[in-house]
């Protein structure tokens, strides 16, 4: 009997073999390959990631978890850690739940694979004409809470699903610098906090909406 990573990792490659054969053909076909380019880039990410994650639920997480603990101990084996992983997962849907998580992967697998394409090159996609995108705020735990928030509640991610990279990707997208001790700083604030604990950011932001709320209501009822 195969193991669960066994399994995992033959219906990775199946799927992400099917996914290269499928783009690189519709790719082939189109005369505007970069705009068919783009457009199979955005449906995977946007639709098909999207679909599987709600169809996985929690359990859409659990490559993200693996990644992570990988990130915090390099003497760890992702083979290992899925299949203990995998022990928490229903019987009956466990073989469905180990596909769906490999299609997953598969994805962005894809992802990293699409980006290194000189179809896609950054220099071809890229618009100098862009004004640069500015943080304003001082505070880097409050930055830091704020990416984690919108990450985990899978409203932003990153091709290789990890918030280590994506708190610096956006850190540089908003030219805002962080400190090399921003991942300790978000830890011990995490450890620090009691369970009724509300990041101050999230007071800030909803002070602010309610304010500008106010402002537009009271306008309009003048007018």
Do not use: C
């Not at 669960?4 to 799927?15: G, I, M, N, T």
């Not at 809470?145 to 699903?161: A, D, G």
């Amino acid at each position: 009997m195969k193991s669960s990573y066994s399994l995992f990792s033959k219906y990775k490659d199946e799927a992400f073999k099917k996914l290269k054969i499928s783009y690189e053909l519709k790719v082939s076909k189109a005369r505007n390959k970069k705009k068919v380019s783009l457009e199979f880039h955005d449906e995977l990410s946007r639709n098909e990631y999207s679909k599987i994650q709600n169809e996985l639920g929690a359990y859409s997480r659990v490559i993200i978890s693996i990644k992570d603990d990988l990130e915090r101990d390099v003497n760890k084996e992702f083979e290992h850690l899925f299949n203990d992983a995998s022990n928490s997962f229903p019987t009956k849907s466990k073989n469905k739940i180990i596909q769906l998580l490999a299609e997953l992967d598969a994805m962005a697998q894809f992802f990293d694979y699409w980006g290194n394409q000189d179809l896609n090159s950054k220099n071809e996609l890229r618009n100098d004409e862009k004004e640069k995108v500015i943080w304003k705020g001082k505070n880097q735990t409050e930055f830091v809470q704020l990416v984690y928030m919108l990450f985990h509640s899978n409203l932003i991610t990153n091709e290789s699903n990890l918030i280590t990279k994506l708190v610096p990707q956006i850190a540089e997208l908003l030219n805002f610098e962080l400190t090399k001790s921003w991942k300790n700083d978000i830890s011990s604030n995490i450890h620090k906090t009691n369970n009724d604990y509300v990041p101050p950011i999230i007071k800030k932001l909803k002070n602010a909406y309610d304010e500008h709320k106010d402002r537009k209501i009271d306008k309009k009822r003048k007018n």
